[in-house]
Every structure is written in C-alpha cells, then in structure tokens.
C-alpha cells in the first residue's frame, strides 16, 4: 500500500471486500445486525452471525473445516495465515452444534485472553458464526532482562533455599 494513503480508508477498503467475499460464501447479504467489530484503530469482528456451507470435499473434522473458513475469510478477520496465529484450545460439542475455539499464539507463545471461536452445526455442513477477541498485530518478543541462572537464584532466595535443586525447564 502507498505510505500517503489514509490508514482508515485502507481498514474501510479491508472490511468492505471481506465482506463482499463472505456475502457471496453466504449466498445472503450481511446485514449490521450479522456483526459486530471491535473498536480499535485496526478493527476485527468479534462476532460474525451469518451461516456460510463448508465445502463439501472438506474431511469430517471441525477443525479442518473451522480452520478452512478462518483461511478463506482471513481478510474479515485480519489474519495473515491462521494455521501459524492460531492454536486449537479445545472442542465443545453439544446437541445442536459443534465449537472449536483457537487461541492466538505468536512464535508459538500464547497471547493471553486471545481467543477465537467458529461455530459449527452439528452435522459440520456451515458456519453459523464466529465471535472472541485477539489483536490483528501483535509487537514483537522483549528479550527477557534477567538469565535464566539469575532467575533461579532470585527463586531459591525468595524462598529461603540457597541450594535447592532446579527440577524441570526454566
């Protein structure tokens, strides 16, 4: 993008084709009432409300086919590749549908509270929705200001035992 151009009308741009590309998934327009955007400067959708088909090629596993809507609609939610961002956190199946909920990482460390969840039909033939909350950027890792060693040292005087044996990873 050209560094001159207005950084909301490049968010405008972003929102307004993913959401002419999820609309022609849906086979239905989408309306204010199908979703809700967070309020940052870089907004993301925390919650999506509208059923897109899952292609039916797709094998039979929620999480093939919640990752498959993440990586099409990547753009909505302001994803760069899903597969590296995201992380399967856990499953919920009940009678009527099916939840696969991801946790953002970055390097393979965890972002706290960053979540996102696909909702599925029980079936997994669509999309019903999405919703959570996750930052679109993320900065990168502060090297840590203290060394492992001095770390188990603090550890072993706060805890009054000077020569306490390390058990595990640091």
Known sequence: PDECEDPQALVHARISQALQDLEAAAG????????????DARPIPTY??????VPAHLPQDPVVRALDFLIRHRMLYDLQDPRT????????????DVNVHFGQQKDGIPVHAAELAVHLTDDLSEVFGTGGYYLPELPDSIPPRV???????????HLGYKNALVLGES
């Open 28 to 39: 239905v327009a989408v309306t204010p009432r199908d979703i809700d955007f967070s309020s």
């Open 48 to 53: 999506v409300g509208v059923r897109v088909p």
């Open 147 to 157: 060394t492992v060693p001095d770390a188990e040292a603090i550890a072993r005087a």
């Open 85 to 96: 961002e995201l992380y399967l956190k856990r499953i919920f199946t009940d009678e009527v």
